[in-house]
């Protein structure tokens, strides 16, 4: 089974950056598609950004409009570890932010085409 453990969330003030890590254990990290999601108070959750497996595309990435320019998405393979930097950061950012892994290496938006997903980190952007 696999585990993914968020980290990295916090307060901080708009304009500034914060840095989201995601650990994964119990899988082949290197063969899965690994995204960012994030689900605010009274919202669905929605996609952030993709990272492919090394074998499909060689860690292609994928960005939501909202976040494009502003956030960066990477992965570790040694470390098992995935990355988001997030800058320039808006208090329409706040939001719990989950780490999700596909076992197919091709990225999705696609928040059903997940298999497993982390507890989530809390962002709060004030104004």
């Known amino acids: 089974q696999v585990q993914l453990v968020e980290s990295g969330g916090g307060l901080v003030q708009a304009g500034g950056s914060l840095r989201l890590s995601c650990a994964a254990s119990?899988?082949?990290?290197?063969?899965?598609?690994m995204g960012w999601f994030r689900q605010a108070p009274g919202r669905e959750r929605e996609f952030v950004a993709a990272?492919?497996?090394?074998?499909?595309?060689?860690?292609?990435?994928l960005y939501a409009d909202s976040v494009k320019g502003r956030f960066t998405i990477s992965r570790d393979n040694a470390k098992n570890t995935i990355y988001l930097q997030m800058n320039s950061l808006k208090p329409e950012d706040t939001a719990v932010y989950y780490c999700?892994?596909?076992?197919?290496?091709?990225?999705?938006?696609?928040?059903?085409?997940?298999?497993?997903w982390g507890q989530g980190t809390q962002v709060t952007v004030s104004s």
């Open positions: 990272i492919s497996s090394v074998t499909w595309g060689g860690g292609f990435t």
């Open positions: 999700a892994a596909r076992r197919v290496g091709v990225i999705t938006r696609d928040r059903l085409g997940y298999d497993y």
């Open positions: 119990g899988g082949t990290f290197v063969s899965y598609a």
